[in-house]
């Protein structure tokens, strides 16, 4: 029977089959062929063109191993700065967007045996940010470029100059305002009030001097002399009260900066968050489906990274580095510790839940900045207070 005629139903079958992904078993990468099942890749290996490529091959393997493991190392970290950028996405997913070209180097006819050590060895030489988490291996292309390296240093300064500016016109801000309220309460006007009299019994007496003797001019000069100590007396007090009041305005000014350092040295973020007395989640399962999501509460810290934690429902005490937990956040109205920023170690009270954002409100209950409300503070920045 001779070959199917074209545009036949058969010979379209043959033209789609031949154009998507085929089995991995049936591929010769030397030839670069794909057969389309058992009998046809048995055919394509008794060829004479397949056993001239397979004594080729037999001289130098590894030179031809290096040349598949180069190919694919570039064409998979190409596809992934091309399409996925410096974003931090699955490893399998990039993968599965590699091989969809027909024409792709297979990973077997490489150096690496599975996709989990092309991911580690990428991680080792610095091509790729890689991080293993309970959903499979996850990384992220670094971008050697220097124009892109001088963009994003060029981006940070502009960025910190913009956050140093907008501090600074705050604490401008803040001090007029202060110094708008000191001026305000200094300013106190007389009161006037009638003439009353103290007493009903006192009598009023006024003396008059008839002539310039000299009795009556020593009067006058000494009340002259004792009006004058007075007024000195008082020009006295007002300006020590002066300068006690600018010495008061100087030391809150001072105190002010000081609170400003304090608070720039809380907001630095910390990448350890343990506190004891807080709720946390398992999150790792490596210690079975027993523990898995259930929760514990920490009792103790140990180096910063590790925590002692008892679980609520067994009472079994187990000693977890905090990679292997997660924060819990409770209902609205209960009591949480705020573990990270400007406001760690204060506690306060969960008022709401922003979902979409992974966000929360709290009201800060202790500390200096207590009644503070607090909005957009992240699900990982707060837990459970027990």
Known sequence: ????????????????????????????????????????????????????????????????????????????????????????VHNNVVY?????HREHIHMNATQWETLTDFTKWLGREGFCKVDETPKGWYIQYVDRDPEAICRQQEQ???????????KTAKFIE??????????????????????????DDEKVAFILNKGANTSGTSKTSSLGFSALTAASVKRKESAHSLSQSKEKKKKSALDDIMELEEQK???????????PEITVKIITKKLGERYHKKKGVV?????????????????????????????????????????????????????SINEKMFSATVMIETGPLKGRRVEGIQYEDISKLT
Not at 96 to 100: F, Q, T
Not at 157 to 165: I, P, T
Not at 307 to 332: C, N, R
């Open 299 to 351: 009792q103790e810290v140990i180096n910063k990274y590790t925590a002692v934690v008892k679980m609520i429902d067994s009472g079994d005490k187990l000693k977890l580095d905090q990679t292997h937990l997660e924060t819990v956040i409770p209902a609205p109205g209960k009591r949480v510790l705020v573990l990270n920023g400007g406001y760690r170690g204060n506690e306060a009270t969960l008022e």
């Open 1 to 88: 029977m001779g070959k199917s005629d074209f545009l036949s139903p058969k010979a379209i079958a043959n033209h789609i089959k031949s154009k998507g992904l085929q089995k991995l078993r049936w591929y010769c990468q030397m030839c670069q062929k794909q057969c389309r099942d058992e009998n046809g890749f048995k055919c394509h290996c008794m060829s004479e063109s397949h056993q001239r490529q397979l004594l080729l091959a037999s001289e130098d393997s590894q030179q031809f191993m290096d040349y598949f493991s180069e190919e694919f190392r570039n064409d998979f970290l190409g596809l992934l700065r091309r399409q996925f950028g410096t974003k931090r």
């Open 156 to 166: 940070g300064k502009k960025r910190k100059q913009d956050l140093d500016e907008e």
């Open 174 to 199: 803040e001090q007029v305002r202060r110094g708008l309220e000191g001026k305000e309460k200094e300013q106190q006007w007389p009161v006037f009030t009638e003439l009353n009299r103290e007493n």
């Open 96 to 100: 599965n967007e590699y091989i969809r």
């Open 265 to 275: 040295k809380k907001s630095a973020r910390t990448d350890d968050w343990l506190h």
